[in-house]
């Protein structure tokens, strides 16, 4: 039973490390092309040289990388374009999408909200890979993280979210929610080393 009084009774019980697990990065390939991009841009990077070590390690043992990004409101756009687009010497993100450009074998959903789950495949795409546990890093710590979060866990899946690689142009808002995500989600918070 949680702190909530809410019990994770269904279809996903926590297995530990027998749970298959998934790496879902979230709108790390970005522009960073807004107001408060350029305060957030060294937390960013920061946050994607972690994941991309973790990233690394994870897929040497074979766990699935999924990168679930906005589509900025390009209803035209795909992923590899997008990626291409965040590349170029002129973007502020060009950083982020060095350091994590997707492999031949990563998987990627756009989604149009917040949420990686609102509007998107990325539950069937789960159930179909028998994933249970989430890890999952990314942008903004108070935003699109923990709206992916929120979703995640009322699907009942364990989750880790790895305080070094996810990112907020605010500090203190991002060890808010990092509190909020142990506390209330349940979420291991543990850096990634």
């Given at each position: 039973?949680?702190?909530?009084?809410?019990?994770?009774?269904?279809?996903?019980?926590?297995?530990?490390?027998?749970?298959?697990?998934?790496?879902?990065?979230v709108?790390?390939?970005?522009?960073?092309?807004?107001?408060?991009?350029?305060?957030?841009?060294?937390a960013?990077?920061?946050a994607?040289?972690?994941?991309?070590?973790?990233?690394?390690?994870?897929?040497a043992?074979?766990?699935?990388?999924?990168?679930?990004?906005?589509?900025?409101?390009?209803?035209?756009s795909?992923?590899?374009?997008?990626?291409?687009?965040?590349?170029?010497?002129?973007?502020?993100?060009?950083?982020?999408?060095?350091?994590?450009?997707?492999?031949?074998?990563?998987?990627?959903?756009?989604?149009?909200?917040?949420?990686?789950f609102?509007?998107?495949?990325?539950?069937?795409?789960?159930?179909?890979l028998?994933?249970e546990?989430?890890?999952?890093?990314?942008?903004?710590?108070?935003?699109?993280?923990?709206?992916?979060?929120?979703?995640?866990?009322?699907?009942?899946?364990?989750?880790?979210?790895?305080?070094?690689?996810?990112?907020?142009?605010?500090p203190?808002?991002?060890?808010?929610?990092?509190?909020?995500?142990?506390g209330?989600?349940?979420?291991?918070?543990?850096?990634?080393?």
């Amino acid at each position: 039973m949680s702190a909530t009084g809410c019990g994770r009774a269904g279809r996903r019980a926590p297995r530990g490390e027998s749970a298959r697990s998934a790496l879902l990065l979230v709108d790390f390939i970005n522009a960073l092309d807004f107001e408060s991009g350029e305060r957030l841009r060294p937390a960013a990077e920061a946050a994607a040289r972690h994941t991309a070590e973790l990233k690394r390690k994870l897929k040497a043992q074979k766990i699935p990388a999924i990168y679930a990004n906005d589509n900025f409101g390009r209803w035209q756009s795909n992923f590899p374009e997008l990626v291409q687009s965040c590349r170029a010497n002129d973007c502020r993100g060009r950083e982020l999408a060095h350091l994590l450009a997707p492999e031949h074998d990563d998987l990627s959903v756009l989604k149009p909200r917040h949420s990686a789950f609102y509007g998107t495949p990325l539950e069937f795409l789960l159930d179909e890979l028998e994933i249970e546990r989430l890890v999952i890093v990314g942008l903004v710590t108070e935003m699109c993280v923990l709206f992916t979060a929120h979703d995640a866990y009322v699907r009942q899946y364990e989750l880790w979210v790895p305080e070094d690689c996810v990112a907020s142009s605010d500090p203190a808002v991002h060890a808010r929610t990092l509190e909020h995500l142990s506390g209330v989600l349940e979420a291991d918070t543990r850096a990634s080393a």
